[in-house]
């Protein structure tokens, strides 16, 4: 590539996709990779904390950042490896993007129980008399007497196209029907044919289910990252992003159609179902994801008092939320209960049935922003906080998404270590499910064990199981607070002072003095 030290745009080239794109010199990788539609892995939305954004500089040079040593080796580095949300497109450059994984495993496995199928999409078969001169109803109150039983409205789209179809079909056909609203009219008989699509749109994952509304059997599931990933692995990254850029709020929003309206094509090609066959949507999340699926801006949502644009949306179809199924179809979405308690939740509380029973029950959704309700018929307390990035990124060395190659299960046993990698290859990481996992196994044998460190608070730390163990901490004088660290080159330089003292670091716990960041700029 030729260097342009100064231009006002530089060329970049995306391997190995192959996706090129002009620039304003100085803008960093991440972002001209977000804006472009290449995907870039990154939980912290490009504010250099996750260190989850590596990228490699083919050709073209990039200065190492301060951030870059502590993400990777100095072999790496000499190699071009480089925090792409760090790394600032000077000059034209060739940026070689580890493939993300885009397809999360679905938590598709839960306990099942019986319900009456009554769902809000009817269809009915009717065989019309033609009219007469001694018969001259209209269209409509022709089709409407015959639905005796229901009292439907009509879309103005239904009525332009009802006469054509009526005498195509010589007045045998069947009414699409959607709560109170006759949505179609189709030639001849098509009762057996009814789909709903039901959504699952999570702040990391989103997961759509193909329902058959005359079975009550799922049709085809599917899942997918969601596409708003690149401003951020939680919802506050996301809120920020568009209170610091206009036009974020679009796009999180285009991104956000994007990954349904690939999702319901997967889901009808797979079951070979036309999506004009879908007459209902449904969709489930919090209310961030909600509202920047809608493009309702969610700033007040990040600050007290925290308030929701509304917890009930009004009439609402698919074609709002960008979904190319039945161009009538409406769409449900479950309300709120609160800023940070969802539809998510709400859906979850009406599938366990949790509101109707008199045992008070726990109900607990765990994903990037998780919820806990606990409750009873006589009443549910609901709250929430996020988990997904404490347990897959933060400080997480090898923490992943639940996606191939990710440790989701741990058992220790005999002496012997047994792993449940997804995809049943080689572990890369490790995802929220298998820390959880690995963490019980090791309290349920003793090798790490409760210890309060005050103000109610408390942590789990290694118990010395053989001669030699040991940890190091990090000591405020501060503030007191106390925290283990894990910084190689900390322990690096530790291990050479002691080295030069003749002192075996590894039999002792070393703690070191100083000032906590928040101490610090106090």
């Given at each position: ?11 970049l080239?995306f391997?190995p ?20 539609g290449?995907?870039i ?6 504010h ?7 990228v ?9 950042s ?10 790496e580095?000499?190699d ?6 760090r ?18 495993k679905?938590?598709?496995v839960?306990?099942g ?12 078969h ?16 022709r ?7 229901l ?11 009802l006469?054509r179809?009526?005498?195509d079909?010589?007045?045998d056909?069947t ?5 109170d609203r006759?949505?179609?009219?189709e ?5 057996g ?13 989103v ?8 079975t ?12 708003q ?6 919802v ?6 568009t209170?610091?850029d ?13 990954t ?7 889901v ?14 449904t969709?489930?999340?919090?209310v961030t994801?909600t ?8 700033e007040p ?5 925290f ?6 949306l009004?009439?609402?179809?698919a ?6 199924v039945?161009?009538?179809a ?9 800023a ?6 709400v ?5 366990t ?16 922003n998780?919820?806990?309700a606990l409750?009873?018929?006589e009443?549910?307390?609901?709250t929430a ?8 990124a933060?400080?997480i060395?090898?923490?992943m998404r ?7 299960g741990v ?11 997804i ?12 820390l ?11 090798l ?6 005050g103000?109610?608070?408390?942590r789990?730390?290694p ?39 003749a002192?075996?670091?590894s ?10 960041g ?5």
């Amino acid at each position: 590539m030729t260097a342009v030290v100064g231009a006002d745009r530089v060329h970049l080239r995306f391997e190995p996709d192959g996706a090129e794109v002009r620039v304003p010199a100085g803008t960093a990788i991440f972002d001209a990779a977000s804006w472009n539609g290449v995907a870039i892995d990154s939980t912290c939305g490009g504010h250099g904390t996750c260190k989850k954004c590596r990228v490699r500089v083919v050709e073209g040079e990039v200065p190492i950042s301060n951030v870059d040593p502590r993400a990777f080796s100095p072999d790496e580095l000499r190699d071009g490896w480089r925090l792409a949300c760090r790394a600032h497109a000077v000059a034209d450059l060739v940026v070689d993007v580890p493939p993300l994984q885009t397809r999360p495993k679905a938590a598709l496995v839960g306990v099942g129980h019986h319900v009456i199928l009554r769902p809000a999409v009817q269809k009915r078969h009717v065989v019309l008399e033609e009219p007469s001169m001694e018969d001259q109803r209209s269209d409509v109150a022709r089709l409407l007497a015959a639905l005796d039983d229901l009292e439907p409205h009509l879309d103005l789209a239904v009525v332009r196209k009802l006469g054509r179809v009526l005498r195509d079909a010589q007045f045998d056909v069947t009414a699409v029907v959607c709560d109170d609203r006759l949505i179609d009219v189709e030639p001849g008989d098509t009762t057996g044919r009814r789909f709903a699509l039901a959504f699952d749109l999570g702040t990391t994952s989103v997961v759509a289910t193909l329902l058959d509304l005359e079975t009550g059997q799922p049709a085809s599931v599917a899942s997918m990252l969601n596409r708003q990933q690149p401003f951020g692995a939680d919802v506050i990254s996301r809120i920020s992003a568009t209170m610091l850029d206009p036009e974020a709020l679009e796009a999180l929003q285009s991104r956000a159609q994007e990954t349904m309206r690939q999702l319901a094509a997967e889901v009808c090609a797979e079951a070979g179902v036309d999506p004009g066959e879908v007459y209902e949507i449904t969709l489930c999340g919090n209310v961030t994801m909600t509202q920047l699926a809608l493009g309702i801006d969610p700033e007040p949502l990040s600050m007290a008092p925290f308030v929701v644009a509304t917890h009930e949306l009004p009439p609402a179809t698919a074609a709002d939320f960008g979904v190319p199924v039945h161009p009538r179809a409406p769409a449900f979405v479950f309300p709120s209960l609160g800023a940070y308690v969802g539809g998510d939740i709400v859906a979850g509380l009406l599938a366990t049935g949790l509101t109707r029973d008199r045992r008070l029950r726990l109900f607990i959704d765990v994903g990037t922003n998780s919820e806990i309700a606990l409750g009873s018929q006589e009443g549910v307390l609901a709250t929430a906080a996020p988990a997904g990035p404490a347990f897959e990124a933060a400080q997480i060395r090898c923490g992943m998404r639940a996606a191939e190659g990710a440790v989701e299960g741990v058992k220790i046993a005999d002496g012997e270590l047994a792993l449940e990698v997804i995809g049943d290859v080689d572990a890369v990481g490790m995802c929220g499910s298998g820390l959880v996992d690995c963490v019980a196994e090791l309290v349920t044998l003793g090798l790490l064990s409760r210890v309060e460190v005050g103000d109610g608070l408390a942590r789990y730390e290694p118990q010395r199981s053989h001669a030699g163990g040991h940890h190091h901490h990090l000591v405020c004088d501060g503030c007191g607070r106390l925290e283990p660290f894990e910084d190689d080159a900390l322990e690096r330089a530790i291990r050479h002072l002691a080295d030069r003292v003749a002192f075996d670091v590894s039999d002792h716990d070393v703690t070191l003095h100083g000032l906590c960041g928040r101490c610090h700029s106090a």
